[in-house]
């Protein structure tokens, strides 16, 4: 692909990512109680719980922020990356019964779906997001490139 089709394709997932991470920061904000009986029903210790409500939606939007300004986009794919690991991370744990019990999927974005489900649409994030820092990188790559070469 040239670089112009990349530039697309990496806005699309950027627009995409912050779309999808704003709307989850707004909706924990906006239904905060029910958000903190959510995390309060996972299997993890309280102080990862408290740490969780506090700092999550928070968090999203900071990925956010930094997907929507140009100079600080790569960084923001690469915290995008990183906070769809950490979540995918946990919903296997969760498939390897490496918990007590297997808790409601509450928390998520997605509530009416399975814990499996839930992994394989966190997966295919993941996927786009690593296209994301790929297409970005090449499309840096290829402006340094043709600045040497004029």
Known sequence: MNTKSWTIVTEVIRDGLIFLFFFIACSKLLR???FTDSIMAQPLPWFLQ???IYTLPY???LISV???IPRWKLLGLYAAFVFMGVISTY???ILCHLFPRIPCS???LYTDITW???LLINLGILSMVSLGIYGTKLIHLKKMMYEKTN
């Open 32 to 34: 905060y109680h029910a």
């Open 50 to 52: 408290m740490l969780v």
């Open 59 to 61: 968090i999203l939007l």
């Open 66 to 68: 930094l997907l929507i």
């Open 91 to 93: 919903i296997l744990l």
């Open 106 to 108: 509450c928390a998520g």
């Open 116 to 118: 499996t489900n839930q």
